[in-house]
């Protein structure tokens, strides 16, 4: 119950954010709600199943990608060149290109490229026990990957500048206040329903399952679940819901560039969920906005000491708060038990020992 | 009766080392079976090899009539052969109940995954009154004792609803009466499973053994009951060559 009237007044704050918010102001927040869905992603992947995952960016940046080349298409209108590929020199529509001038096509994409490259990948990845710090290096390793495959395709992806000049979004003006702000309630409802989805998965079998893995994969292997597949499912679905953020992304900021997406922006999200807790998807989209709203402020105030802040920020949490902001009560909790219950002799260790 | 479990030639070898040789074993449906042999006989190395988790360098492990080698563990599992370990793994962050919702699930569909628990199946209900832990349901399993965590593991063994349980050392760092307890969960266990134990503990074998199968240096070196067994030479021999008492004392 007190869940539910939790979730209802954030629904109801985030709904009159317009009412309080100057224009640019909003854009910003809206641009926050996008990486707090690529962060229930994270807390389900991370969180509950113990994945690592440092190129988030990636997925982000594939369902960016799907949206972005629709909206650059419908921008030049039919049989036109969107404005970079003639730049450099491009005179043809890359084959790649052309059924994302259809929308149907390209909303689909938004959610499938991901989730196939997060499939494959992962049925890959997981089949060979790969887990913990070398996952953790390979998903990051994919991001650098992506980024370099993107810059080094100046007439396919628009390179380092990557898409830019956004006007129409399903036929919301994007130079419109008002429209931007039916863009914006449409983010909040995208997020909303998310966070029900995953919360749903979480506490379903499914989650417990999860969890399950995280803490003893081997042991699950003999309930007769295999592992990797299991893994696999909860990796494709936070690339899912990360698609769909970088998505909702493009018309936010009305760019997308391969800096959106590499190593660093990757990393920014996960310390984001760190920070706010990633065994609670409260604490996560919490951490997410938090993270990316100082952010902003650092930036505008002292752009150089943000980096620092930053790393600090995350030794901090690694170090004193594992279980991050969300977790601080608890951990309290835990402390002043342990305090008034001095250390208990532990007997079945000595029997262990004797055995 | 019909071999359930027919191992036939195995061996075993790890970078060099011979763990299991030339290795017949099989087991008869509802048997209650115990296996002994000193520290590196190769009684864990079998478990491995029937579950799955170690590859024999040769040999074949037949189970109701399928080859086990070769398929991964959870494939050995869905064959209907669970295991325990050693050391306990449950899950700590999860309900005892929970613990064994989760054992009895692989048979479930995606949809039904995807639910939440509601209420508590009757499999669970049944495998929660078998060991005794109805009281501790819906605690988180970190808090189970040693003696508790073992018997949550069995049942969470039972609940697979397998036809041959291969547990490791149940009563390994047990007191007296969790030993004594343990025993009697097995013997309910045995009543309508093929079990085969591995033990070291010579009290808990004359107390609940029946038939045992002595393993030495990865080779069979008898097959008996446990007063046949305890009174062979070789078996008293290859128990660092000692006498009897001494014996006991060794592996109590």
Request: hydrophobic share 50%; with cysteine.
């Amino acid at each position: 119950m007190r869940n539910r009237i939790a979730f209802a007044l954030i629904a109801v704050l985030l709904l009159a954010a317009p009412l309080v918010f100057s224009p640019f102001r909003l854009d910003l927040l809206a641009k926050y709600l996008c990486y707090a869905i690529v962060a229930l992603g994270i807390a389900l992947a991370w969180g509950r199943g113990g994945m690592l995952t440092l190129g988030q960016g990636v997925f982000f940046g594939l369902g960016g990608y799907a949206m972005g080349m629709h909206l650059k298409l419908v921008e030049a209108g039919p049989g036109q060149l969107p404005d970079f590929m003639s730049w450099s020199g491009v005179e043809r529509l890359p084959l790649l290109w052309k059924p994302f001038a259809d929308p149907v096509f390209a909303l689909v994409m938004v959610v499938v490229l991901p989730v196939t490259v997060a499939l494959l990948l992962g049925l890959l990845v997981f089949r060979q026990r790969v887990r913990g710090a070398y996952f953790a290096v390979l998903s990051q390793a994919l991001a650098a990957a992506f980024v370099i495959l993107l810059v080094g395709q100046q007439g396919l992806t628009g390179g380092t500048n990557g898409l830019t000049n956004f006007q129409l979004f399903f036929g919301l003006d994007l130079y419109d206040d008002a429209d931007r702000r039916i863009l914006y309630f449409a983010i909040v409802v995208v997020l909303g329903l998310s966070y029900l989805v995953v919360r749903q998965l979480a506490r379903s079998r499914y989650g417990q399952l999860l969890v399950a893995i995280r803490d003893g994969e081997d042991r699950v292997r003999f309930l007769g679940y295999d592992p990797a597949l299991v893994k696999t499912f909860a990796f494709a679905f936070s690339a899912g819901l990360a698609g769909i953020a970088g998505a909702l992304f493009v018309p936010v900021v009305g760019l997308l560039t391969p800096a959106n997406l590499g190593v660093v922006a990757s990393l920014e999200l996960l310390i984001g969920v760190a920070i706010g807790g990633r065994y609670s998807l409260a604490g996560a989209v919490g951490g997410a906005l938090l993270f990316h709203y100082a952010k902003t402020i650092f930036s505008e105030q002292w752009p150089d000491s943000w980096l620092y802040v930053q790393g600090a920020l995350f030794v901090a949490v690694m170090l004193w708060a594992p279980r991050g902001l969300a977790g601080l009560a608890g951990q309290l909790r835990d402390l002043v038990a342990a305090r008034r219950r001095p250390a208990a002799p532990a007997p079945t260790v000595l029997e262990e020992a004797r055995a | 009766m019909s071999k359930l479990l027919q191992v036939r030639g195995l061996n075993v070898v790890f970078s060099g080392f011979h763990a299991i040789t030339d290795l017949d074993f099989a087991l008869d449906a509802g048997e209650l079976r115990f296996l002994i042999g000193p520290n590196g006989a190769g009684k864990t190395t079998l478990i491995d090899v029937i579950t799955g988790l170690t590859r024999p360098a040769s040999g074949s492990v037949s189970f109701a009539g399928q080859e086990l080698v070769g398929r991964r563990e959870y494939q050995v599992v869905r064959a209907g052969v669970g295991r325990t370990f050693q050391t306990s793994v449950v899950f700590e962050e999860l309900s005892v109940v929970d613990n064994l919702d989760l054992a009895a699930g692989f048979r479930r569909r995606l949809p039904a995954l995807l639910r939440r628990r509601h209420g508590v199946s009757d499999d669970v209900a049944s495998a929660l009154d078998t060991i005794g832990l109805g009281a501790l349901a819906d605690r988180p399993a970190g808090v189970l004792s040693h003696g508790q965590r073992q018997w949550l593991e069995i049942g969470m063994l039972v609940v697979q609803r397998p036809r041959l349980l291969l547990l490791d050392e149940p009563v390994a760092g047990m007191s007296r009466t969790e030993r004594e307890r343990t025993g009697e969960l097995l013997q309910s266990v045995a009543r309508d499973h093929t079990v085969l134990v591995v033990e070291h503990d010579m009290d808990f074998l004359r107390r609940f053994a029946s038939t045992v199968t002595v393993l030495h240096e990865g080779r069979l070196l008898c097959e008996g009951t446990v007063a046949e067994v305890q009174a062979d030479p070789r078996v008293q021999e290859v128990y660092l060559g000692r006498s009897r008492d001494e014996l006991d004392k060794e592996v109590a």
